[in-house]
T-cell receptor, first 110, second 115 residues
Framework: QKEVEQNSGPLSVPEGAIASLNCTYS??????FFWYRQYSGKSPELIMF????GDKEDGRFTAQLNKASQYVSLLIRDSQPSDSATYLC??????????FGKGTKLTVNP | GAGVSQTPSNKVTEKGKYVELRCDPI?????LYWYRQSLGQGPEFLIY????????DSGLPNDRFFAVRPEGSVSTLKIQRTERGDSAVYLC?????????????FGPGTRLTVT
């Protein structure tokens, strides 16, 4: 059973701080890694993807991948109240399907 | 451009009834996926189409669930003899799958409630 694990939270950070979201996966053959943001009552929105070991930066977001440790993370710099949402980690292996974690609920306090 | 669209946005049906959920992918996207999401859980894969054919239906929970994509664009997820446990948000996603990128973009979902 291929699994993706995330801390369910909630994770609470003050406005302007760095939010760090973590994800581990069990399938060592996984190739592609995605972070989705999901606001309450809405569908998942793709915010970052990473395919290679290392860091990938896009604005206030940085995705980090360590395949040896089977670990992927998302850093959100200068967190804003509008970043408050559930963040879903998704992993894609040899097949096309995404395997999702349960998500981490983030609250950014003004 | 237009994103993935799904209809209806909400569907309430009685136990034992038949339902159809529709997905219209992003124009030009050849790959289409169905997931379902229960409260407090991440989306769970159901089926994947590449073109008109179902390339992977390993996530369909049982033979009451069936999906088609006859012309390689719009897809319909069909659920027979609905049960209360089928209540969930059904999400559709599409992807270009052009060999370089594999990102999946989700539609707004259909909330199915079986009473």
């Amino acid at each position: 059973q291929k699994e993706v694990e995330q801390n369910s939270g909630p994770l609470s950070v003050p406005e302007g701080a760095i939010a760090s979201l973590n994800c581990t996966y069990s399938d060592r053959g996984s190739q592609s890694f995605f972070w989705y943001r999901q606001y309450s009552g809405k569908s998942p929105e793709l915010i970052m993807f990473i395919y290679s070991n290392g860091d990938k930066e896009d604005g206030r977001f940085t995705a980090q991948l360590n395949k040896a440790s089977q670990y992927v993370s998302l850093l959100i710099r200068d967190s804003q109240p509008s970043d408050s949402a559930t963040y879903l980690c998704a992993v894609q292996g040899g097949s096309e399907k995404l395997v999702f974690g349960k998500g981490t609920k983030l609250t950014v306090n003004p | 451009g237009a994103g993935v669209s799904q209809t209806p946005s909400n569907k309430v049906t009685e136990k034992g009834k038949y339902v159809e959920l529709r997905c219209d992918p992003i124009s030009g996207h050849t790959a289409l996926y169905w997931y379902r999401q229960s409260l407090g859980q991440g989306p769970e894969f159901l089926i994947y189409f590449q073109g008109t054919g179902a390339a992977d239906d390993s996530g369909l929970p049982n033979d009451r669930f069936f999906a088609v994509r006859p012309e390689g664009s719009v897809s319909t997820l069909k659920i027979q003899r609905t049960e209360r446990g089928d209540s969930a948000v059904y999400l559709c996603a599409s992807s270009t799958r052009d060999g370089r990128t594999y990102e999946q973009y989700f539609g707004p979902g259909t909330r199915l409630t079986v009473t």
